[in-house]
């Protein structure tokens, strides 16, 4: 039998001419230098000034009004909030799962006293906004909250949401003291007042945060920057400039239902991006999905040739033993079996997980009548489960594939080759086991005719 041989030249036979690496590098360092700062003079995202609250009473006068007295009416964003702020909302939950809730409350805030109430309490130049705190904390809850609630659909119904022209009505000192909170806003020094309390660094700007997200001056600002929730905001920078395109599907499930309309959407949309991350760092052993790229044969495009497998020069066998011939012969008490081209000894496969398919397709069914995103994330779930229950049938067949080589015979025909797992002799260094011979040793097959 002839013997095969490798023709790749030697490295050192390839011609070669010189390379200045350091130059490269210089150079490469230089354009990516000039580049990076000509694209970030032209992309980069503007330097928008911080809203302040200063900013905010100049520019919005009749919203402060009506946020402060949202805050004493206990209908504004924060007071409802929840966790980590109060426990007046349920917060968001996944399901059963009230995620928002475990933290608990970490960082108490009570709007209408924190946001409001406290900072008016620091103003001792006018004694009209004092009588009116005066008379606000000695009345009753239940009368501060109708007074409150009151003025609030009072200046709902006025036009332009103006103070100025709201109609006449039992609000006891709820107007009075709003408007001392749009004075002291107007001349800087709410901000100070909702800082005031903390270390030597004001850093803490949970209050101002808050309060400026009750009022509807900053849902403006957002949208006419592109930054809304409708507007794909979470991926975008101030303007029309790029911003985290990287944020794409994350902020895609804000735009569909029923995240689009659902009260838990961030916990809705946070599990389906933690399923979904989880099958992507599961691919490579999810039957199906991995075996994508051979089906697809994108690396085709790369690599070129690679549909076209190299083949292996056969090895030769010991050629003192004659192959067998008709009945299967014996090989160190180890019959010989014989075998087809493509025949591969039957393997038993596990059974797949139909418990866990079964039980989250009825969860599936179950939180769909409760919940739609639930249920399309149990759904997804699921899938998930059934392709990993589902077997890579060429992949196990590959695997319980016996490794054998094929040689021609001159006289004898095709002959098969085995690997022999039996101890062994080896002619030059003693007793060797199977596969952990040497590749020159001349006993390591046995052999088997072809049928």
């Keep these: 039998m002839r013997r095969y041989r490798d023709t790749t030249p030697e490295a050192h036979l390839f011609p070669t001419r010189p390379y200045d690496l350091v130059k490269e590098f210089v150079i490469a360092l230089v354009a990516v230098a000039v580049l990076t700062a000509a694209l970030a003079a032209v992309f980069s995202s503007p330097d928008e000034k911080a809203i302040s609250l200063s900013d905010w009473a100049k520019a919005a006068p009749a919203d402060v009004v009506a946020t402060a007295t949202s805050e004493l009416a206990g209908t504004s964003t924060s007071a409802g ?75 709902g119904k006025a036009p332009d949401g103006d103070p100025a022209r709201v109609v006449a009505g039992s609000y006891g000192p709820v107007p009075a003291v709003a408007a001392g909170l749009l004075n002291l806003a107007r001349s800087g020094g709410l901000e100070s007042a909702l800082t005031s309390g903390q270390s030597f660094y004001a850093t803490d700007q949970t209050k101002p945060l808050l309060l400026l997200s009750d009022s509807s001056y900053l849902a403006d600002r957002g949208q006419a920057q592109h930054l809304g929730g409708k507007q794909w905001g979470m991926m975008n920078e101030t303007g029309k400039y790029p911003g985290q395109a990287w944020l794409w599907l994350y902020t895609f499930w804000y735009q569909v ?33 991995r075996s994508l790229p051979r089906h697809l044969g994108v690396h085709r495009l790369i690599w070129r040739g690679s549909g076209e497998p190299r083949p292996s020069p056969p090895r030769q066998a010991d050629p003192q033993t004659p192959p067998a011939v008709g009945k299967p012969s014996t090989s160190g008490g180890q019959p010989v079996r014989k075998v087809g081209t493509d025949v591969v000894a039957p393997t038993r496969r596990p059974p797949p997980g139909y418990v866990a398919i079964g039980l989250s397709a009825a969860a599936a ?39 054998r080589e094929v040689s021609t015979h001159a006289a004898e025909g095709i002959v098969q080759l085995e690997w022999l797992d039996s101890a062994h002799q080896h002619p030059a260094s003693g007793t060797h086991a199977g596969r952990g011979c040497a590749g020159s040793c001349p006993q390591r097959f046995r052999r088997a005719t072809l049928e």
């Design 257 to 289: 239902k029923p995240f689009s309309s659902s009260g838990n959407a961030d916990a809705l949309v946070w599990g389906l991006m933690a399923i979904l991350t989880l099958g992507l760092l599961l691919i490579p052993w999810i039957p199906g999905l």
């Design 81 to 155: 909030y929840g966790a980590p702020y109060n426990t007046a909302g349920p917060g968001q939950k996944l399901g059963p799962l009230a995620l928002q809730r475990w933290a608990g409350v970490r960082v108490p805030v009570d709007s209408a006293k924190d946001l409001v109430l406290a900072p008016l309490s620091h103003v001792d130049a006018d004694p009209g906004l004092a009588a009116a705190l005066a008379r606000y904390n000695a009345a009753a809850a239940d009368q501060q909250s109708t007074c409150a609630k009151a003025y609030a659909d009072a200046l």
């Design 365 to 403: 069914v179950i939180a769909a009548a409760v919940d739609p995103a639930v249920g399309a994330m149990l759904a997804l779930t699921a899938c998930l489960l059934i392709l990993l229950a589902l077997d890579d049938r060429s992949a196990r067949a590959r695997k319980n594939r016996p490794e």
